[in-house]
């Protein structure tokens, strides 16, 4: 496989569930980044692991947890969702360059859907 | 004020036509700059990247104004499969001293037949 591959593409679950995004990257990047994208709002950083540090935004809810076993691999598990979490979990991964630009890869998404 | 600011759209323009799309930032350590395509219900993938002289590729050309904060893209000749939503990029470097990419809300364009 080559590219981001992120599973399950679509999911739907209630509230009290758990649940787990999987992103996997081929491209050699050391850079792994979980964004979400609601309706007609910009792309928003979630989580950020880069040569092994994990960098957050402050504002996600800790019902959000990633996991980050190595540079190709990435997890986001959900527990305890609001319906307002429903939205589009995209994955991406870049190089990590000290100075100059990060372009990033991104996968499909896996479209969340909380009841 | 919004960090990246787009106008929303749609951009209804008819084939061959020549449209122009902006983007305004507001941090002025922003460093580097691109344009995003994404297609509806896909991800968004790199339509180019804006370096300070401007670029051009083929029908699509970039540019960017530093000292009033706006980047530009201009479609020239436009095809159908140029309907999509384009998404301003920026990265800039804030004072934790990290890198973060900031995404516009996107501006969507319909290329009618």
């Known amino acids: 496989e080559t590219g981001v591959t992120q599973t399950p593409r679509h999911l739907v679950m209630g509230m009290t569930n758990k649940k787990s995004l999987k992103c996997e990257q081929h491209l050699g990047h050391n850079a792994m980044y979980w964004y979400k994208q609601s309706a007609k709002k910009p792309l928003e950083l979630m989580f950020v692991?880069?040569?092994?540090?994990?960098?957050e935004n402050n504002s996600v809810p800790s019902r959000f947890s990633p996991e980050c076993p190595n540079s190709s691999h990435l997890f986001l598990h959900l527990h305890t969702l609001q319906p307002e979490d429903s939205a589009l979990y995209l994955c991406a991964s870049s190089h990590n360059r000290v100075s100059g630009a990060n372009v990033l890869t991104f996968g499909a998404g896996s479209r969340l859907t909380v009841l | 004020r919004k960090e990246v600011e787009q106008d929303p759209g749609p951009f209804n323009v008819p084939e061959g036509a020549t449209v122009a799309f902006n983007c305004t930032y507001s941090?002025?350590?922003?460093?580097?700059f691109f344009w995003y395509r994404q297609d509806c219900r896909k991800e968004p993938k790199l339509l180019m990247s804006?370096?300070?002289s401007g670029n051009e590729d083929g029908r699509f050309t970039a540019q960017l104004n530093r000292a009033s904060q706006y980047i530009s893209l201009l479609i020239r000749d436009s095809k159908l499969s140029d309907s999509a939503t384009y998404l301003c990029v920026v990265n800039a470097v804030m004072d934790t001293g990290r890198r973060a990419l900031t995404f516009g809300s996107g501006t969507r364009l319909q290329v009618q037949p």
């Open positions: 804006v370096y300070s």
């Open positions: 692991y880069s040569l092994e540090e994990r960098v």
């Open positions: 941090n002025s350590a922003s460093q580097s």
